[in-house]
């Protein structure tokens, strides 16, 4: 497979579930994103990781937690989600440093039904 | 807040026609500006990015910035019914890597 991949693409969990989505990009880029997509709102970037830095929206809740173990991966680990937490969750990656923003790809997508 | 500002539409013109998309955005810092569509149940995928003043062309598309005015506006010539989608405006906010998204526009091409 090519591009930004995501699993699971559906998942659906109960309150006290623990689970974690998955993205590898097969495009050589050096950072990598997280962004949450609801419905009748702007996507909204949750986490950043690049070489030079990690940034945390800070309203993104605790109960969200990612891991970047290297340039290809990155994970969103989810604990103790509340209803309002379902939504579609987009990871990305892009090519950096260019001083412009970089082309962020962005990955099929995981949707998320927390029940 | 920094801010994008899209008119959500839905927005409908005649196959063949133009339509014009417009964003506003509030960080006048801001340096790089890109436009996506996002097909309903798949993901955004980018259909053009403008750095400088002025407009940008790539085939049926042109993008148009005007950083005094903190505008940015995309137009799709001879509109085909395969462009229906949602447009999202996004603008690079604080580090290069940060992007602000709008709402995002929904276009309708009838056939």
């Known amino acids: 497979e090519t591009g930004v991949t995501q699993t699971p693409r559906h998942l659906v969990m109960g309150m006290t579930n623990k689970k974690s989505l998955k993205c590898e990009q097969h495009?050589?880029?050096?950072?990598m994103y997280w962004y949450k997509q609801s419905a009748k709102k702007p996507l909204e970037l949750m986490f950043v990781?690049?070489?030079?830095?990690?940034?945390e929206n800070n309203s993104v809740p605790s109960r969200f937690s990612p891991e970047c173990p290297n340039s290809s991966h990155l994970f969103l680990h989810l604990h103790t989600l509340q209803p309002e937490d379902s939504a579609l969750y987009l990871c990305?990656?892009?090519?950096?440093?260019?001083?412009?923003?970089?082309?962020?790809?962005f990955g099929p997508g995981t949707r998320l039904l927390v029940l | 807040q920094k801010e994008v500002e899209q008119n959500s539409g839905p927005l409908s013109v005649p196959e063949g026609a133009i339509a014009s998309l417009n964003c506003t955005y509030s960080?006048?810092?801001?340096?790089?500006f890109f436009w996506y569509r996002q097909y309903s149940g798949k993901s955004p995928e980018l259909i053009m990015s403008?750095?400088?003043?002025g407009d940008k062309e790539d085939g049926r598309f042109t993008a148009q910035l005007n950083k005094a005015s903190q505008y940015v506006s995309l137009l799709i010539r001879d509109s085909q019914p395969s462009d229906s989608a949602t447009y999202l405006c996004?603008?690079?906010?604080?580090?290069?890597?940060?992007?602000?998204f709008g709402s995002g526009t929904q276009l309708t091409v009838l056939p």
């Open positions: 990781y690049s070489l030079e830095e990690r940034v």
């Open positions: 996004a603008v690079t906010s604080g580090s290069a890597r940060q992007l602000t």
């Open positions: 990305a990656s892009s090519q950096a440093p260019s001083g412009r923003g970089e082309t962020q790809y």
């Open positions: 403008i750095y400088s003043n």
């Open positions: 960080d006048r810092g801001s340096q790089s």
């Open positions: 495009l050589g880029h050096n950072a």
